[in-house]
């Protein structure tokens, strides 16, 4: 199974982590340049957070196909692009004031417009739904239009992304696996993983990010570790070991450490597997579980002073880890 890392930082495709990426349309929309990728990543079309925030999409096909067609050229490396596709979570169904069943019909004629603007492009099918006679729905909907999801190379399952853990959605992708779909599941939960991770193609996730929301930044320049490559890259391979998978499909690598962990800054000196900084002497650290702080990572609670009562936190430019690290 390949494992897309998720980034907010388009310059980490330029740089030679070792693992695949996956970039939002969002994140690449409007730039003037673009890195040239020295690995294989894929995009997301941002369709969430679009529809969320506006209700509808903003940006046409043709529009959108000529953005993934630049991005494909000057960037370089492309596998796969999602397609301008609408999510049937509760939340953006409200938000919209369109039905489920409208979603999909959507879902399916961006990807055939798509498809005839641009058949040159790696753009995939994403199947949407709630439960699963909707996925089975949505997959026939394909196949009436004449997209025989059997033979393409990837099938994307969305709408899932916050309920991956549950056994509706090991169903859901089960079922999917037997109709003789490779898919790709979008933002995994590694509980998820853990249930049907030997049924799917692809998956990805950025559940690094909101967790490093509540880590103290490993340098002055990092208020969080939300945006730090080190702790990503750490977070990453936790997760490839323990879900004992390798992050690429170059089955002859000898190593799932990326390059870009094993020297330079931001190593696993300052991210060991644990978590927590290392410090000399001290024993390692055993691995926290996903998603819980080690108590080094913990924020000191705020302390009063004895005279004027004021809160003060401990002073950043104390650390011992001044390097930058992105």
Not at 243 to 271: I, M, N, W, Y
Request: aromatic share 8%.
């Amino acid at each position: 199974m390949r494992f897309y890392l998720g980034t907010h930082q388009p310059a980490w495709l330029a740089r030679d982590l070792g693992v695949p990426l996956l970039v939002s349309h969002r994140r690449l929309a409007g730039r003037r340049g673009f890195p040239r990728a020295s690995g294989p990543w894929a995009l997301d079309s941002g369709g969430f957070t679009e529809l969320s925030l506006h209700g509808r999409w903003r940006t046409d096909a043709a529009t959108y196909a000529t953005a993934v067609r630049r991005y494909a050229t000057e960037i370089g490396n492309l596998d796969w692009a999602a397609p301008r596709d609408w999510m049937t979570e509760g939340s953006v169904l409200a938000r919209t004031g369109l039905s489920l069943s409208t979603h999909q019909r959507r879902t399916v004629t961006d990807y055939l417009r798509l498809r005839d603007l641009a058949p040159d492009l790696p753009f995939i099918p994403v199947l949407q739904g709630q439960s699963l006679t909707d996925y089975h729905h949505c997959a026939d909907l394909y196949e009436r239009h004449g997209v025989d999801l059997a033979t393409l190379p990837l099938v994307g399952v969305g709408s899932v992304c916050r309920r991956q853990h549950t056994a509706e959605v090991e169903a859901i992708v089960r079922a999917l696996t037997a109709r003789g779909y490779r898919l790709h599941t979008f933002g995994a939960k590694i509980l998820g993983l853990d249930r049907y991770g030997d049924t799917i193609i692809s998956s990805d996730s950025m559940s690094w990010s909101f967790s490093g929301r509540f880590v103290p930044g490993c340098s002055p320049t990092h208020r969080s570790e939300s945006n730090c490559r080190g702790f990503a890259l750490s977070w990453y391979r936790r997760v490839t070991q323990r879900l004992d998978f390798s992050p690429h499909t170059d089955t002859t690598s000898t190593s799932t450490v990326p390059q870009a962990e094993r020297s330079g800054p931001c190593s696993t000196a300052k991210h060991p597997p644990g978590g927590s900084p290392a410090r000399a002497g001290s024993a390692p650290a055993t691995p926290p579980r996903p998603g819980r702080l080690s108590p080094a990572k913990r924020r000191p609670p705020p302390k009063r002073t004895p005279t004027t009562g004021r809160r003060h936190h401990r002073d950043r430019t104390q650390r011992p880890w001044t390097l930058r690290c992105c």
